[in-house]
């Protein structure tokens, strides 16, 4: 896939002309807007009558795509829906352009500019707007074609968008949002190609060549642990949960230091699961939809990610990204259910369940982390299935013992369109991980299975301020919808960025 090249320029809507003018539009306007009004009058009077007749309503994720026959400047029209003013959320713009991405696609087109509309800039800052923009544009427009053969006509990859504003004084914040906007998106892109290659292609050895191409940014050093480090440092649970593969174990930390960072100030850690692929181990799983375990590394290619958009957007922060990466497969020197084993912290886990390996590796890997004494310690996982009963494809589960950091994630959530709500992490339900011949176990039972898994971390992670995030209700969709791909997402991406340039950024 071709990167989009996402730009501003200064200009009159109905002066554009651009191969497709999308004019984005709420459900039950009335009246047109500044910007679509001139070019209502270029078409004489179509676009009011095309309203006033229902044809398109401005519904969010609805568009209408119109031929101008030359009465205007631009060759086609693209109207696009927001959804109602009342409920209009920066998201709402990332889903019509994501819409509007694949349409103008359809029409073999590989450019197309969109109109700033002025008058719903009122409340939403216009920086906020142009990020959510491009977020949308390069994200609708993702395909992962890497292991298809080349089949009849190429398809047209959209190759440039260009945000239209009257406003000449607006250029400077919308350029700033496209740059953060861009990083963002090309970031969540990577996750997705990472989490799309099988598991044969993306080993742990092959994480570690990711990194090493993450390090190659400004300001970022790389160090991998391999296995003998490991066992020198004690990481029993890690090096369990990699017992029974033949693929070696790696231990991956990214540190940056933006040039205008703080010296002395306390580090970010982020924490990504990073198991390659996941059988299940001994208490293997079942064999329908094992293949998207190709993707039970996506904490891990998140925080990989927002490690590399943190140094394209030069980030004024101190900022420790760790990957403990391995695959869970079953063998003859695989753990099995009923073995203890003893983590970097010296507590000893009785495993249960060896499908109940992401929390072991994060045990391991946040212990490391408490060594950085970080400002923010926090961690993003595949964890549970039990996440995606409670909660289904809309919702990051979320826990933590701060509350002031538990609502700058959530704040984060919202503006990123990736939300998460927040479960009880109450001291009463670790009576469900009391072992009889360890300090714990690996697993709980099936009463409250998100919440004892997140439980379970929270024995790892010392006095730090804590959030963990379990992704496994949205790192995978069955279907394709206006920015999000049929496959794996990488939900949780923004979030992290968006948190990220919320704590440096006035």
Not at 93 to 100: D, E, V
Request: net charge neutral; glycine share 10%.
């Amino acid at each position: 896939m071709k990167k989009i090249q996402v730009q501003a320029q200064v200009g009159r809507a109905e002066n554009e002309g651009a191969e497709v003018l999308v004019v984005l539009s709420c459900e039950g306007d009335s009246d047109l807007t500044q910007e679509t009004a001139a070019i209502n009058t270029q078409l004489g009077g179509q676009l009011a009558a095309l309203m006033q007749r229902g044809e398109f309503e401005g519904k969010l994720g609805e568009g209408l795509l119109i031929h101008t026959q030359g009465k205007a400047k631009a060759k086609r029209l693209l109207l696009a829906g927001l959804g109602k003013a009342k409920d209009l959320r920066l998201d709402a713009f990332r889903q019509a352009l994501g819409s509007a991405v694949k349409r103008v696609r359809q029409a073999k087109v590989s450019s197309f500019g969109v109109v700033l509309p002025g008058a719903l800039l009122e409340e939403i800052p216009v920086q906020d707007v142009a990020q959510a923009m491009a977020e949308g544009a390069i994200l609708g427009n993702y395909q992962f074609t890497a292991y298809r053969s080349p089949n009849g006509s190429k398809p047209v990859d959209v190759e440039r968008v260009t945000i239209h504003t009257s406003q000449a004084s607006l250029l400077s914040q919308i350029n700033e949002g496209i740059r953060r906007g861009v990083a963002t998106a090309e970031a969540t892109v990577l996750v997705r190609d990472l989490c799309n290659h099988p598991a044969n292609v993306m080993t742990p050895t092959r994480i570690v060549q990711e990194a090493k191409a993450v390090a190659k940014e400004s300001g970022v050093k790389l160090k991998v642990l391999e296995q003998k480090d490991m066992e020198q440092l004690g990481m029993g649970a890690l090096l369990g949960v990699a017992r029974g593969s033949h693929e070696p174990p790696k231990f991956i930390i990214l540190e940056y230091k933006g040039a205008k960072a703080k010296k002395g100030d306390p580090p970010v850690v982020l924490v990504g699961k990073t198991i390659t692929f996941d059988t299940g181990g001994i208490s293997l799983k079942p064999a329908e939809n094992m293949e998207h375990m190709k993707a039970d590394m996506t904490g891990g290619a998140e925080v990989l990610a927002t490690m590399r958009a943190a140094a394209r957007l030069k980030l004024p922060l101190h900022l420790v990204s760790i990957l403990p990466v391995a695959e869970n497969m079953p063998g003859g020197r695989a753990m099995r259910p009923g073995d203890v084993v003893k983590t970097l912290s010296g507590k000893t886990v009785e495993v249960q369940n060896t499908d109940a390996e992401g929390r072991l590796i994060l045990s391991d890997a946040l212990a490391y982390a408490t060594r950085y004494k970080p400002a923010v310690l926090l961690d993003i996982a595949t964890l549970t299935g039990a996440c995606v009963v409670a909660l289904g494809q809309f919702a990051i589960g979320m826990f933590g013992n701060n509350d002031l950091l538990k609502e700058q994630v959530r704040n984060a959530g919202m503006r990123a369109g990736e939300r998460v709500w927040e479960m009880p992490l109450w001291e009463e339900y670790f009576e469900q991980l009391r072992s009889d011949v360890a300090d714990m176990r690996n697993i709980g039972g099936r009463g409250g299975g998100m919440i004892t898994a997140a439980l379970f971390l929270s024995k790892f992670v010392g006095d730090c301020p804590w959030i963990h995030l379990d992704i496994a209700s949205t790192d995978w969709s069955e279907r394709e919808r206006a920015y999000l791909p049929k496959g794996p997402t990488g939900i949780g991406t923004r979030l992290l960025i968006q948190f990220l340039l919320d704590r440096t950024l006035p």
